[in-house]
């Protein structure tokens, strides 16, 4: 299974919204609905901000918001604030019971 | 509330096998409401699942580490472990363990440890 695919970066201003998309293939993003996102600051653990496509853990601001069309998912931040200025991961369970990662996109707040 | 520590060696040597341990606090290892699973970064790169496993004692692994990586509980100690033999360099990282369930989903993971750094160097 291949790594699925993001942008490396992306970027908005303060208050502005940002799309991340998530590319795969039929076989994990388009197959099942357990497409997750994570953020990660620099040095720190991962954050769960996105599961099953676009469920929000509590505590999550819905400023964050997920979607999927076909074999891409997408992670909608809204409203940005310098405090969303990091990595973002996206995962999706693929067949044969695995978890594939994203290559991780950098989100710059400008 | 769940909570998790990674411990282990920071350093292992070529060929060596890389054994790590994740203390769960604020619940049992043994409960059905939980899954464990490892995730892994190398210095400067990004997140890489390395497997999981589930309450009914099914494990998963990547596919390319399949051969080399196992997971196991403690029930004794509340922990469950990572093992990785024949280690080479491209294994350094940082190990994180990570659990998740019915609070938010089987296959992601809203609780993780701190982290720990594995280099591999003789």
């Known amino acids: 299974q291949s790594a699925l695919t993001q942008p490396p970066s992306a970027s908005g201003s303060p208050g502005q919204s940002v799309t991340i998309s998530c590319t795969g293939t039929?076989?994990?993003?388009?197959?099942?609905?357990?497409v997750s996102w994570y953020q990660q600051h620099p040095g720190k653990a991962p954050k769960l901000m996105i599961y099953e496509v676009s469920k929000r853990p509590s505590g999550v601001p819905d400023r964050f918001s997920g979607s999927k069309s076909a074999n891409t998912a997408s992670l909608t931040v809204s409203g940005l604030q310098a405090e969303d200025e990091a990595d973002y991961y996206c995962?999706?369970?693929?067949?044969?019971?695995?978890?594939?990662f994203g290559g991780g996109t950098k989100l710059t707040v400008l | 509330q769940l909570q998790l520590q990674e411990s282990g060696p920071g350093l292992v040597k070529p060929s060596e096998t890389l054994s790590l341990s994740c203390t769960v606090s604020?619940?049992?290892?043994?409960?059905?409401?939980?899954?464990w699973g490892w995730i892994r970064q190398p210095p400067g790169k990004g997140l890489e699942w390395v497997g999981s496993m589930y309450y009914s004692g099914s494990t998963y692994y990547n596919p390319s580490l399949k051969s080399r990586v196992s997971i196991s509980v403690d029930t004794s100690k509340n922990q469950f472990s990572l093992k990785v033999t024949s280690v080479t360099a491209t294994d350094t990282a940082v190990y994180y363990c990570?659990?998740?369930?019915?609070?938010?989903?089987?296959?992601?993971?809203?609780?993780w440890g701190q982290g720990t750094t594995v280099t591999v160097s003789s």
């Open positions: 990570g659990s998740g369930g019915d609070s938010s989903s089987w296959y992601a993971m809203d609780v």
């Open positions: 039929s076989s994990d993003v388009g197959g099942y609905n357990y």
């Open positions: 604020g619940g049992s290892i043994s409960s059905s409401r939980y899954y």
């Open positions: 995962t999706s369970y693929a067949d044969s019971n695995i978890v594939i």
